[in-house]
């Protein structure tokens, strides 16, 4: 089973930047596509990027689109998010996790639970 590991997290003033990382054990993470989903306090998780196993393909979610870049490096069985122009907006907690290709994609429990989260923090 794969375990992920969110980190990057933090509070930064509006305008700012931050760079996510999702550290995944087990070389199975390759073979997928991966997502970075957020979830504020009383809402849903949602889906704000994807990316294909090969890289060649991703997915922005309208209210990120232009400002977070995603992207991974399978050798290093990781995936990233580097989010620009943050807005207070944008506070949650960040997961990554397994998706399969639809439209918009969607989250599939290939790795089992969710991994711990890292909260992002925008203040205005």
């Known amino acids: 089973q794969v375990q992920l590991a969110e980190s990057g997290g933090g509070l930064v003033q509006a305008g700012g930047s931050l760079r996510l990382s999702c550290a995944a054990s087990g070389r199975t993470f390759r073979s997928y596509n991966m997502g970075w989903f957020r979830q504020a306090p009383g809402k849903e998780r949602d889906l704000v990027a994807g990316i294909s196993w090969a890289s060649g393909r991703t997915y922005y979610a309208d209210s990120v689109k232009g400002r977070f870049i995603i992207s991974r490096d399978n050798a290093k069985n990781t995936v990233y998010l580097q989010m620009n122009s943050l807005k207070p907006e944008d506070t949650a907690v960040y997961y990554c996790?397994?998706?399969?290709?639809?439209?918009?994609?969607?989250?599939?429990?290939?790795?089992?639970?969710w991994g711990q989260g890292t909260q992002v923090t925008v203040s205005s």
């Open positions: 996790g397994p998706i399969t290709w639809r439209d918009p994609p969607v989250w599939i429990p290939d790795f089992g639970s």
